[in-house]
């Protein structure tokens, strides 16, 4: 029986999240190995897929320097089709913005940063 090892690169520009995981994952760029088998017909040679790990980077300091979890390539790949969305709705979302509101905004951020504390409109602003 033969196996192989695919590598892909997702690169994620959102934080995510995958089913069974508590936490969303963080934006990145993340590696997933995928494992097939060898699977023979008749007349053709084909690899199926068998287990497909995500690859997660600890911080330098951390103990484990990496982590990888099972994961779902269709899963996976709708997280990723579900992060260009996001991007692209962001962007309509810049350009649909004004510069009268652009400014109205700039104003509202610097006034809730002099406002005092004690003000009940600085709760508001933040």
């Given amino acids: 029986?033969?196996?192989?090892?695919?590598s892909n690169v997702y690169r994620?520009?959102?934080p995510f999240n995958l089913t069974g995981r508590t936490r969303n994952l963080p934006a990145g760029t993340y590696c997933v190995e995928t494992y097939e088998e060898l699977a023979e017909g008749d007349s053709f040679v084909t690899y199926q897929p068998v287990l497909s790990l995500l690859?997660?980077?600890?911080?330098?300091?951390?103990?484990?320097?990496r982590l990888s979890i099972l994961v779902s390539?269709?899963?996976?790949?709708?997280?990723?089709?579900?992060?260009?969305?996001?991007?692209?709705?962001?962007?309509?979302l810049d350009a649909?913005?004004?510069?009268?509101?652009?400014?109205?905004?700039?104003?509202?951020?610097?006034a809730s940063?002099?406002?005092?504390?004690?003000?009940p409109f600085a709760m508001v602003i933040r």
């Fill in 55 to 65: 690859h997660i980077n600890g911080t330098p300091a951390s103990d484990a320097a």
């Fill in 73 to 92: 390539l269709e899963e996976l790949d709708l997280a990723l089709m579900m992060d260009e969305i996001a991007e692209e709705e962001l962007a309509l």
């Fill in 96 to 110: 649909d913005i004004s510069e009268q509101e652009l400014n109205l905004l700039g104003e509202i951020h610097r």
């Fill in 12 to 14: 994620f520009r959102h």
């Fill in 113 to 119: 940063r002099v406002s005092s504390a004690r003000s």
């Fill in 1 to 6: 029986m033969s196996v192989r090892t695919i």
